[in-house]
């Protein structure tokens, strides 16, 4: 009987070892779950907090637009100048373009819409197109215009 009483022993502490077991793996998992939930908590309050802290600084910026402007009025007060007012006779514009030589290869079409946009921009002032002629850079002007737009100081 001693070996029976013995087995039985040593089965009820594999049996409260098991127990222990199982119980801390659902402790570690519960204590996981835990520490995700507060994870999650923490994540909403900083969401709120930013939003909130957003919130209040668009009133902010919206009241400080509307204290300037009762202050200050709508539009800021512009100086009158003078008005002079001088008609003279104009001559009526004219245009003139010069023939350009084969070797340049610029169509004469092109040459037109160069002189209709120079009319157009310069209206009613006196102007002439004397010369046409291509760019000798290696660069495009979009190019330029890109170059230097971004090296522009501020």
Same mark, same amino acid.
């Given at each position: 009987m001693?070996?029976?009483?013995?087995?039985?022993?040593?089965?009820?502490?594999?049996?409260?070892?098991?127990? @222990?077991? $199982?119980?801390?793996?659902?402790?570690? *998992?519960?204590?996981q779950g835990?520490?995700?939930?507060? /994870?999650?908590?923490?994540?909403?309050?900083?969401?709120?907090?930013?939003?909130v802290v957003?919130?209040?600084?668009?009133?902010?910026?919206?009241?400080?637009s509307?204290?300037?402007?009762?202050?200050?009025?709508?539009?800021?007060?512009?100086?009158?100048?003078?008005?002079?007012?001088?008609?003279e006779?104009?001559?009526?514009?004219?245009? @003139?373009? $010069?023939?350009?030589?084969?070797?340049? *290869?610029?169509?004469?079409?092109?040459?037109?819409?160069? /002189?209709?946009?120079?009319?157009s921009?310069?209206?009613e002032?006196?102007?002439?197109?004397?010369?046409?002629?291509?760019?000798?850079?290696?660069?495009?002007?979009?190019?330029?215009?890109?170059?230097?737009?971004?090296?522009?100081?501020?």
């Open positions: 001693n070996e029976i009483s013995q087995i039985s022993q040593i089965s009820q502490a594999e049996q409260v070892s098991r127990a @222990a077991e $199982q119980a801390a793996a659902a402790a570690t *998992g519960g204590a835990d520490q995700m939930a507060q /994870a999650f908590i923490l994540l909403l309050a900083g969401f709120c907090v930013v939003f957003l919130i209040l600084l668009i009133i902010a910026v919206s009241l400080y509307k204290i300037i402007t009762a202050i200050f009025g709508t539009e800021p007060k512009k100086k009158k100048k003078a008005k002079v007012v001088v008609k006779e104009v001559p009526e514009p004219q245009t @003139a373009v $010069q023939e350009v030589p084969e070797d340049e *290869g610029i169509p004469p079409e092109i040459i037109a819409v160069i /002189a209709a946009a120079v009319d921009l310069y209206g002032r006196p102007h002439r197109v004397r010369s046409v002629r291509r760019s000798r850079s290696g660069r495009s002007a979009w190019s330029k215009a890109g170059a230097a737009e971004n090296t522009r100081p501020f």
